[in-house]
């Protein structure tokens, strides 16, 4: 019985949609007529006519290779330190945490850009040493710095996951490195960043997929402004579906991206692979 409710719901809400955006990505769609077969021509407008998709991908990419890699290294320092048994540590992590649960939320979208704005609080701090004001949301190199920061400031997932992999680590092993004389650096690049690097691989294989998906912050935010600058290719494609009803050709984007992901997560396990096979 309860598998069936589960089924039913998979069927439903899952692969249906799945299959449908499919069929819909070979089509001239726009919601309120009934698509019209145009074949692989919302494609090849993509590689050939559409500017913008590759300035969204460029922008996603940027977007990217700069949260994921300061995300998952953030969230190993505060891990590390926070990896210790000192009176109130459990609210000290729960407090380094909470940022996450909010990750994706509006709210948190809002008063990221109210702080940022050129009268912001943050710009009322530069102000008291005399530096600004900078306009975070108004020039191109600003903008995308500001959303990057908000994914950024969202570690806690990643820190707990690797809080979870130090507590497995055998302190026999750092007893060991201090008869040896090994100090705490010695011993974090030979006994804890090896350890962790099955941990380190799957964050960042889950923070990219997560940056190639991210939504709100830009849209929220920046609108994709200024000039595009930060035009997420989620938003894009959400324009694209929901603005400017070429629903199929929304659909042509979100496979696109399905695949992307799927190529540079591939290309993650091949890396993984190599160097497994280079340390057996």
């Not at 598998?3 to 799945?18: H, K």
């Not at 990419?61 to 700069?66: G, S």
């Not at 804890?192 to 997560?210: A, D, E, G, K, R």
Request: with cysteine; proline share 4%; hydrophobic share 50%.
């Amino acid at each position: 019985m309860y598998v069936c409710i589960w089924i039913f719901g998979f069927l439903v809400f899952q692969l249906y949609p799945f299959i449908s955006s499919l069929l819909y990505s070979f089509t001239n769609y726009d919601i309120f007529h009934a698509p019209e077969f145009v074949g692989l021509d919302n494609y090849v407008k993509l590689f050939t006519k559409d500017r913008e998709f590759w300035n969204s991908m460029a922008v996603t990419l940027k977007y990217t290779f700069i949260t994921v890699p300061g995300k998952v290294v953030l969230a190993l320092i505060i891990a590390v330190i926070l990896n210790r048994n000192l009176k109130g540590i459990n609210f000290i992590r729960t407090v380094y945490y909470i940022p996450s649960l909010l990750s994706g939320s509006v709210a948190v979208a809002i008063l990221w850009k109210v702080l940022f704005m050129n009268d912001g609080f943050i710009n009322s701090l530069l102000g008291l040493v005399h530096i600004g004001p900078v306009k975070w949301l108004g020039t191109p190199d600003m903008a995308v710095i500001t959303i990057c920061m908000l994914e950024i400031w969202q570690f806690g997932s990643s820190m707990l996951i690797f809080l979870s992999s130090l507590k497995q680590i055998p302190q026999s092993l750092y007893e060991a490195a201090r008869v040896d004389g090994s100090n705490k650096w010695q011993q974090f690049w030979k006994i804890t960043l090896p350890l962790l690097t099955p941990t380190i691989f799957f964050n960042l294989v889950m923070q990219t997929i997560s940056g190639f998906l991210a939504f709100t912050q830009c849209y929220i935010i920046t609108e994709g402004k200024p000039l595009n600058s930060t035009l997420l290719y989620t938003v894009y494609m959400y324009q694209q579906s929901f603005e400017f009803y070429n629903t199929g050709y929304g659909a042509a984007l979100a496979w696109v991206m399905l695949a992307v992901i799927g190529l540079i997560t591939l290309a993650l396990f091949a890396t993984k692979k190599c160097h497994d096979h280079t340390y057996r």
